[in-house]
């Protein structure tokens, strides 16, 4: 069974401050990865996709970064704001099947 | 894109009742997936639902606790049968599509059951 692993498991930073999230995966060959933004109670929303054969895709002030080599990507957040406060997912497709992380709760301190 | 309207967005139930969860997407769509989320914990797929056929069921998953339907290309709905307090999740319906095959998500429905 494929494995995604995201730590930390929280983190707590001052707006302001630049931030990187982790997600790292057991096997290389990947179809695609994405990012994912999940309020408290709420479902998933998409922030960004990687496709297997890019390295890293930008949306404002989120940059998702992919290494298949070393199995991870980051999420880079610039000038992190209140309310950027939420969980952070990562899904990892393998062929039809999709594999999630256990989230990064981010908490953003005015 | 695609947007995916999911009801109810929360419901508290009681032990032994059942609950029907709605997904309604504003395209066609080959494949519906539903997921359930425990409490602090990732998502883990449920089924697969596709128009015409039966849907797929994960281990540990059978079709008496967890029905079904998918009626047409952009409606389907999941229903927890003879609930327990175990079954206390966000249960959530997502679609892929586009040309890249992203994942969408439905606003995802809280259930508690006491």
């Known amino acids: 069974k494929q494995e995604v692993t995201q730590i930390p498991a929280a983190l707590s930073v001052p707006e302001g401050e630049n931030l990187v999230l982790n997600c790292s995966f057991t096997d290389s060959a990947i179809y695609n990865l994405q990012w994912f933004r999940q309020d408290p109670g709420k479902g998933l929303t998409s922030l960004l996709l990687?496709?297997?054969?890019?390295r890293e895709q930008t949306s404002g002030r989120l940059n998702a970064s992919l290494d298949k080599s070393s199995g991870r990507s980051t999420l880079y957040i610039a000038a992190s704001q209140p309310g950027d406060s939420a969980t952070y997912l990562c899904a990892v497709r393998y062929g039809n099947q999709f594999y999630f992380g256990t989230g990064t709760s981010l908490t953003v301190i005015p | 894109s695609a947007v995916i309207s999911q009801k109810p967005s929360r419901d508290i139930c009681q032990r032994g009742t059942s609950l029907t969860i709605q997904c309604q997407v504003d395209s066609q769509v080959t494949m519906m997936f539903w997921y359930r989320q425990q409490p602090g914990q990732s998502l883990t797929l449920i089924a697969t639902a596709n128009q015409g056929s039966e849907a797929t069921y994960e281990s540990g998953f059978v079709i008496d606790k967890f029905p079904i339907s998918r009626p047409n290309l952009t409606f389907s709905t999941l229903t927890v049968s003879n609930m327990s307090p175990e079954d206390s999740s966000i249960y959530l319906c997502?679609?892929?599509?586009?040309?890249?095959?992203?994942?969408?998500f439905g606003s995802g429905t809280q259930l508690s059951v006491l």
């Open positions: 990687i496709q297997s054969s890019q």
């Open positions: 997502s679609v892929k599509t586009g040309y890249n095959e992203k994942l969408f």
